[in-house]
């Protein structure tokens, strides 16, 4: 079956740092990949997503290149801000399961001043 | 075009009541997927649906918990007799296909606390 593996969390850092949260996958067919974002008693929102292999998603700053060869979509930020604190999520879905997702357990980043 | 909608936002219930959750998709869009979220982990899948039909149950608790989309009216997510482990935030996603892509939508969530 499909799985999503997440770097472990909390991950804090100081504004303007820079940002890697890791994803790995599994997957039997060509899954579509996502990143999102929940902030603090909200629901997720879409991020960031690629369809493809080698397709590169981006976002207010966030970016996450889909790799095939290492099964794996990284969520890089350049330059953090405070406002970015949040839980994020990888996912991939799985046409030929209708897009059911299969989410990792989340990264809490924290970002201080 | 308005989002998904989920109400209630927050859910009280006691030990043994019945909750129902409703969840209104995006305009257009014919899937309905519910997750469960409990405290500190990530969401998990419960059931996709389509109009009038469930498609995939799989994460389902087998007792207790039923889901249905009917063909007039919001999907809606039912836990019978529930239990203090059943407190967890409900979320509610509606998709449609884009070329090879689902694209899921979420709500904004239910927060059921059972006392």
């Known amino acids: 079956g499909n799985s999503v593996t997440q770097m472990e969390g909390p991950v804090t850092l100081s504004e303007e740092a820079f940002l890697t949260i890791n994803c790995t996958y599994t997957a039997t067919g060509y899954p579509s990949l996502f990143w999102y974002v929940q902030y603090p008693g909200e629901g997720l929102q879409l991020l960031l997503k690629a369809t493809k292999a080698d397709d590169k998603g981006s976002n207010k700053g966030f970016e996450a290149t889909y790799r095939k060869e290492t099964t794996s979509f990284h969520l890089e930020k350049g330059s953090v801000q405070v406002s970015d604190s949040a839980v994020y999520f990888c996912?991939?879905?799985?046409?030929?399961?209708?897009?059911?997702?299969?989410f990792g357990d989340g990264t809490t980043l924290t970002v201080k001043p | 075009n308005a989002g998904v909608m989920q109400n209630p936002r927050h859910l009280v219930r006691r030990r043994g009541q019945e909750a129902r959750l409703r969840c209104s998709p995006m305009k257009g869009h014919s899937h309905v997927y519910w997750y469960r979220q409990l405290p500190e982990e990530g969401l998990k899948f419960m059931v996709y649906l389509q109009k009038e039909n469930i498609i995939d149950e799989s994460g389902m608790p087998k007792e207790r918990f039923s889901a249905e989309f009917p063909k007039e009216g919001p999907s809606i997510l039912r836990i019978q007799q529930v239990v203090r482990g059943d407190s967890a935030a409900y979320f509610c996603a509606s998709s449609r296909r884009q070329g090879f892509s689902y694209e899921q939508y979420f709500g904004p969530g239910t927060r059921l606390t059972v006392t």
């Open positions: 996912a991939l879905s799985d046409i030929s399961n209708a897009g059911k997702s299969t």
